[in-house]
């Protein structure tokens, strides 16, 4: 594959992998480095892509597993955090009071969301957040798709039931 060619396939992605980096590493920095080891694997490796129409999937999978590896290098675990969220809420609001709401609503995710295992954080980021299809999680996590529904189910469950303890705890605290 040529450079122009990889181009044209990755470069509409970039976005979505860097939302994802983002979160995974909790850093703007890191999510930088991520995304630009990231694309210079895939382009090593785009030899090993053999259905365009996959690129989306193909390009996370590679994302996951180059992230995986600085785990590792480093020895410790990545945290999520989601100040870009909160900074596209921040963005979306004219008013004080509403600017709490959109904090409060974010640091409750924001906590949600880091409590999961990791397995269950990046399945539920690549569905709700990317818009992953099953089959493209299932490619990205090297998983059959039964595995992608069932994890994606138990996230979805955790985070609602910790929301809901977090939501009541606030409620009681104001009383």
Same mark, same amino acid.
């Given at each position: 594959?040529?450079?122009?060619?990889?181009?044209?396939?990755?470069?509409?992605? *970039?976005? @979505? +992998?860097?939302? $994802? %980096?983002?979160?995974?590493?909790?850093?703007? #920095?890191?999510?930088? !480095? /991520?995304?630009?080891?990231?694309?210079?694997?895939?382009?090593?490796?785009?030899?090993?892509?053999?259905?365009?129409?996959?690129?989306?999937?193909?390009?996370?999978?590679?994302?996951?597993?180059?992230?995986?590896?600085?785990?590792?290098?480093?020895?410790?675990?990545?945290?999520?955090?989601?100040?870009?969220?909160?900074?596209? *809420?921040? @963005? +979306?609001?004219? $008013? %004080?009071?509403?600017?709490?709401?959109?904090? #409060?609503?974010?640091? !409750? /995710?924001?906590?949600?969301?880091?409590?999961?295992?990791?397995?269950?954080?990046?399945?539920?980021?690549?569905?709700?957040?990317?818009?992953?299809?099953?089959?493209?999680?299932?490619?990205?996590?090297?998983?059959?798709?039964?595995?992608?529904?069932?994890?994606?189910?138990?996230?979805?469950?955790?985070?609602?039931?910790?929301?809901?303890?977090?939501?009541?705890?606030?409620?009681?605290?104001?009383?």
């Amino acid at each position: 594959m040529t450079a122009k060619d990889f181009g044209a396939l990755a470069l509409p992605l *970039l976005d @979505a +992998l860097h939302r $994802t %980096a983002r979160r995974l590493t909790g850093s703007a #920095a890191d999510a930088d !480095d /991520l995304v630009q080891e990231t694309y210079l694997e895939a382009f090593r490796s785009s030899a090993t892509l053999r259905d365009r129409a996959r690129a989306r999937a193909w390009l996370f999978a590679v994302l996951r597993n180059v992230w995986r590896q600085q785990q590792r290098r480093r020895g410790g675990v990545a945290l999520v955090e989601l100040n870009a969220l909160e900074e596209e *809420l921040t @963005a +979306l609001v004219d $008013t %004080a009071e509403a600017v709490l709401v959109a904090t #409060a609503l974010t640091e !409750d /995710l924001g906590g949600a969301l880091r409590s999961l295992p990791e397995e269950l954080r990046l399945v539920l980021l690549l569905a709700d957040v990317e818009g992953l299809a099953y089959d493209e999680i299932a490619t990205v996590l090297e998983c059959p798709i039964g595995t992608v529904r069932s994890r994606l189910s138990r996230a979805r469950h955790l985070m609602l039931a910790r929301l809901e303890r977090w939501r009541r705890a606030a409620v009681a605290g104001r009383s």
